[in-house]
């Protein structure tokens, strides 16, 4: 399953699903919470299942109908530079290449770099517009890291009698691996990994403590 997760999405797209199924989760365990005040650990091991399972599916079909659209998009913009002049369709690869690699826009050479990037799109064959086998590998392989991501946070209430400790059990994980995260995160784009940890573990914080404000 890992292996399959490796191949279908990148480091950066692996830790930002990551991310974001931790901080939905936070928010799923205080609104299920709220909902069931009186609620025992199975009723809350299953609705915030249930809250994981939904986002990891709806996330999994974002990801597919995202990698749709941007198909699409370059379908079009393809379509535009075989029709376009040579000035406006080099203006158009400026405009693509500032959006998506600033750090060459002022480098030596751009625009003869642009002028063989747009002979190799005119030459090339049309981009598929429709959906493809990969991005439905890709949608699978972010639903399992969501589940996986947030997994964790459903064990306090299978060990943990008390269902008010058991929520704050799985507030504590969450925040761990938030920490966790933000620091692998800043290893990854070579910034300061504590530093990054502390944000994302503070953007926790503030939720649970809010959540907890509410009576989660």
């Known amino acids: 399953m ?24 936070l928010g799923f365990t205080g609104s299920v919470r709220l909902g069931l005040e009186e609620a025992d650990n199975r009723e809350l091991f299953v609705a915030i299942l249930g809250c994981n399972l939904a986002w990891a599916i709806v996330d999994g079909v974002m990801y597919v109908l995202g990698e749709l659209f941007e198909r699409g998009r370059l379908s079009k913009l393809a379509r535009e530079l075989h029709r376009r002049p040579d000035d406006e369709a ?11 690699l600033p750090i060459v826009q002022h480098a030596p050479g751009r ?3 642009e002028r063989w990037l747009l002979d ?23 639903s399992i890291v969501i589940l996986m991501a947030t997994f964790p946070l459903l064990v306090p209430f299978l060990v943990v009698a008390d269902p008010n400790l ?5 507030n504590a994980i969450a925040l761990t691996l938030l920490f966790v995260l933000g620091a692998r995160w800043g290893q990854f784009i070579g910034g300061n990994p504590i530093r990054i940890g502390s944000s994302l573990t503070a953007v926790g914080v503030v939720l649970v403590l809010i959540t907890i404000a509410l009576g989660g």
């Open 2 to 25: 890992l292996s399959f997760v490796r191949r279908n999405l990148d480091p950066a797209a692996r830790l930002g699903e990551i991310l974001f199924g931790l901080v939905m989760a």
């Open 90 to 100: 080099l203006a158009l690869v400026a405009g693509e290449l500032d959006e998506r």
């Open 111 to 113: 625009e003869s770099f």
């Open 120 to 142: 190799v799109i005119r030459r090339s064959e049309p981009v598929h517009g429709g959906i493809l086998r990969e991005d439905l590998a890709g949608g699978a392989a972010v």
């Open 166 to 170: 058991a929520v704050r059990a799985s």
